[in-house]
């Protein structure tokens, strides 16, 4: 299996249930644990064998900045939903930090994962 990372995706998003976090987007980070059979685009070299982690990215970045949620659950498992759409993904893990939600805190994060049983 090959792992493919996606780290620290900075991303403006509606998320919170107070009247300013449904009123002003705020910073989360999002990262990505995709893994695939990437054994053919090793032997190959050749890009057509590879997942195209571009495009899932770009599909999480439309997605969160368009949409609007009260809870960080819900957004990371709606990520991960849109990771496991497609079909070369045999697990992945979505972790979505909320920055400055605590006062103390750097950040509060929740973390989703999901392994295709097919």
Do not use: C, W
């Amino acid at each position: 299996m090959t792992t493919i990372r996606v780290k620290n995706l900075r991303l403006r998003t509606y998320i919170g249930f107070n009247e300013d976090e449904r009123k002003n987007k705020q910073d989360v980070v999002v990262n990505m644990r995709l893994t695939y059979d990437g054994n053919d685009a090793a032997d190959t070299d050749d890009i057509s064998n590879a997942f195209n982690y571009r495009t899932v990215t770009k599909r999480v970045i439309q997605h969160v900045e368009n949409n609007q949620f009260f809870l960080l659950e819900r957004l990371s498992e709606e990520v991960l939903a849109l990771i496991m759409e497609a079909r070369e993904i045999k697990s992945a893990t979505v972790e979505i930090d909320k920055p400055h939600a605590l006062r103390f805190a750097d950040s509060v994060s929740v973390e989703a994962s999901a392994e295709r049983q097919d």
